[in-house]
């Protein structure tokens, strides 16, 4: 199953910025997945979105589905 | 106003479909202001002058900066070290003489955010650090004013409509419901922006605000916009508004003006949790609140030393019961105390020693029987 990650500001220079993770079920796993696989990610504070929606709880992943990562910014 | 002047002025915007005599009279009533008059604040401004806003306040305490210019493009070299909101409202005042203009060179703080913010109708946040955003949400939510927010960051902006009366209304804390630790984000000083992008997202806001005022359109409420200036892809989001980060606000004007948002914003320690022996010589030090955060019918009950039963979910209207220079939270195993810990180090910030007993009263009771045989 592949999903769509999006990765906002400075979050794509911890992440990369063509992130694939596939096999992924819900919002929750790939949470995990990612601070496994960058544990610098904890450091961090970040939205997740799944298609365009802001997600609080987990939420179920399905092929084809974008997930995005929005950190917050400061500057003006 | 003379008539021909208005017509003459806002001609091409008054014959807009949907806009009209109706909508320039609605932004001639309307009263704006904008927080930050920087790379954000300066092109709002410069808008929403230009489109006829009858009443525009600035807010900013900082002076103009050579580095500043490349960005912040109201300001010329003549302007450097003189006051930005003083310079904004003279250049803004020339370029439109009928428009009431108030200047604020004065930082935005917890004594006087209520005060300055409850005179207008919609406020921009054009700030440029996380202590502000934090303090304008919270101030904007208590009193129920919109909040037109914008951030940049390198290539990226992001815009949204906050707080905009509605029973669903989202604030900043529903996206993030706490400010990042220090050196989490980097600002524009140290992570550098593209000058034309706060002109971007700041112009935004400022039609944000102009969709608001006269009803046009579908401005971003409780929806986030971000941009991105390299390869101009736009991606919205839906936003929703969280039960729990309400208990994050304070709840009242007096909670907002004791809050510390310089501390909040750059915390970079939790609250810290103490061990038994260490609890034991605070209780002998005098000076002290302990606060037993369980629910009034809990057991075991608490015979050996003093202390206050608030339940965690009636502290935040309990603060003022506490008035010793030092805190600690106990709850069964140590949870609990923690949440609650955190929550009194947000209001308290530094004036107030904060701790939670690790382990909670199960973990002090065993020691105690330990002693005991």
Known sequence: MKINIIIFGQLSEVLGENLVIDNIADTESLQQALH??????ANYKYVIAVNKKQVTVNTVLKEDYTVALLPPFSGG | ?????????????????????????????????????????????????????????????????LSNLHRQILFTVNDISLFKATCAAAVLQKSNPEINIIDYAE??????????????????DG??????????????????????????????GQVAVFN???KNAVNYRDLFPQPP??????????????????????????????????GIGKPLINRLLTYNALNNQIYELELSANAE?????????????????????????DPPEIDVVFFNKLLSSGDINIIDVRELDELPVIKEFDHQKIPLSQLAENFSLLNASAVVAICQS?????????????????SKKIYSLHGGITVWKQQLAKQLL
Do not use: H
């Not at chain 2, 930082?107 to 921009?124: E, G, P, S, V």
């Not at chain 2, 220090?182 to 806001?205: F, K, R, S």
């Not at chain 2, 208990?247 to 809050?259: G, M």
């Open chain 2, 245 to 269: 980060t309400r208990a994050l606000i304070p709840k009242d004007k007096t909670a907002f003006e004791q809050t510390n948002y310089d501390w909040l914003c750059s915390a970079t320690i």
């Open chain 2, 127 to 156: 700030t440029d650090n996380f202590a502000s955003r934090y303090m304008i949400n919270d101030a904007c939510v208590l009193l129920n004013k919109t909040l037109v927010y914008g951030a940049v960051s390198q290539y990226e």
């Open chain 2, 1 to 65: 106003m003379n008539k021909n002047i208005l017509y003459d002025r806002y001609q091409r915007q008054m014959i807009l479909k949907n806009f009209g005599e109706a909508g320039q009279q609605k932004l001639l009533q309307a009263k704006v202001l904008v927080i930050g008059a920087g790379g954000l604040g300066c092109p709002a401004l410069q808008y929403l002058a230009a489109a006829g806003i009858g009443t525009i306040g600035i807010v900013d305490d900082d002076v103009v900066a």
């Open chain 1, 36 to 41: 496994k696989k960058f544990p610098e990610l």
């Open chain 2, 164 to 166: 905009c009366p509605d």
């Open chain 2, 181 to 214: 630790k220090e050196n989490e984000i980097m600002n524009c000083a140290e992570a550098g922006v593209l000058g034309v992008l706060p002109g971007i997202i700041g112009t935004m806001q400022a039609n944000e605000t102009i969709k608001l005022i006269t």
């Open chain 2, 107 to 124: 930082r935005l703080t917890t004594q006087n955010a209520f005060l300055i913010i409850d005179k207008y109708d919609i406020i921009i």
């Open chain 2, 334 to 350: 140590g949870k609990r105390s923690l949440q609650a810990a955190k929550q009194l180090t947000a209001v308290f910030g530094t």
